[in-house]
């Protein structure tokens, strides 16, 4: 059992006083556009696969007790405003809510907390690093230089917004999810998306950045094995945070 929200009451209070060290994991995502093709909960979905890997690969570590919480699905998605099927939250209702939920966790004793996170609009970022670095939790920021350098070329270019980065995770772990006679139809887009929107302050928005279909990089070059791939790399990165958060 990797879940949190599995647990009994009980359970949770013999994971405290167990010989094992918990850590939980977070996953955060957004309900935004990508693509014709990609479904709305791309950014949840890799999150909690991530944390389920994670948690799937340390479950026989005597020394940690590693559980995913119930994924915080909402985000802030302005930059996607327009097209069909965008929820946003402001930055603060997020940067409140990240805070609320690992200030409860600690106050209940459960001290060892890593947020992930794969959505990447500027003021979503920053209102989780906020939130983190307030709670004194720990954070996998795959913005920063030496995550981003063990990640796929395309993620590297920053023109991968439900391209082959994106498409490939969800089709390694919700293959039906992708509409693929539609994704294998898609020319590439190049979009430098950290580029651009440094260049307009953060104001910027999908068609306002060339993205008139909701995506870039290049969908049709997707597969379940460089996704696989991927989710080796991204739980490879995640589960290095966590033995660091372990040991305090």
């Known amino acids: 059992m990797t879940s949190f929200a599995e647990l009994t009451s009980p359970q949770v209070a013999d994971l405290l006083a167990g010989p094992r060290t918990p850590v939980l ?8 556009p990508h693509g014709p093709h990609a479904p709305l909960g791309t950014d949840e979905l890799i999150s909690a696969g991530m944390c389920a890997r994670a948690a799937e690969r340390l479950a026989t570590d005597p020394g940690l007790r590693v559980l995913v919480l119930p994924a915080l699905n909402y985000g802030v998605t302005h930059m ?4 069909s099927g965008a ?29 992930v996170n794969n959505h990447f609009e500027p003021a979503h970022v920053t209102a989780l ?34 391209g082959q980065y994106e498409t490939s995770l969800v089709l390694a772990d919700r293959p039906e999810l992708v509409d693929r006679d539609v ?11 950290p580029a651009l929107m440094s260049a307009s302050g953060g104001r910027a928005d999908f068609a306002g950045l060339g993205m008139d279909r909701a995506y870039c990089g ?31």
Do not use: Q, W, Y
């Open 25 to 32: 994991l977070l996953p955060v995502g957004a309900v935004e």
């Open 80 to 83: 996607s405003a327009g097209f």
């Open 183 to 193: 994704m294998r139809e898609l020319p590439a887009v190049h979009v430098d998306m």
């Open 87 to 115: 929820v946003s939250i402001g930055a603060d209702t997020l940067r409140c809510l990240v805070l609320d939920v690992c200030r409860s966790l600690k106050d209940s004793g459960l001290h060892r907390i890593v947020v």
């Open 218 to 248: 290049s969908p049709a070059s997707a597969s379940a094995a460089e996704g696989e791939s991927t989710f080796d790399t991204l739980t490879d990165l995640l589960v290095e945070l966590i033995r660091e958060v372990g040991r305090g």
């Open 129 to 162: 690093r906020s939130a983190v670095a307030e709670a004194e939790v720990a954070h996998l920021d795959l913005l920063r230089r030496a995550n981003v350098a063990r990640l796929t070329a395309e993620f590297r270019s920053g023109s991968c917004h439900a």
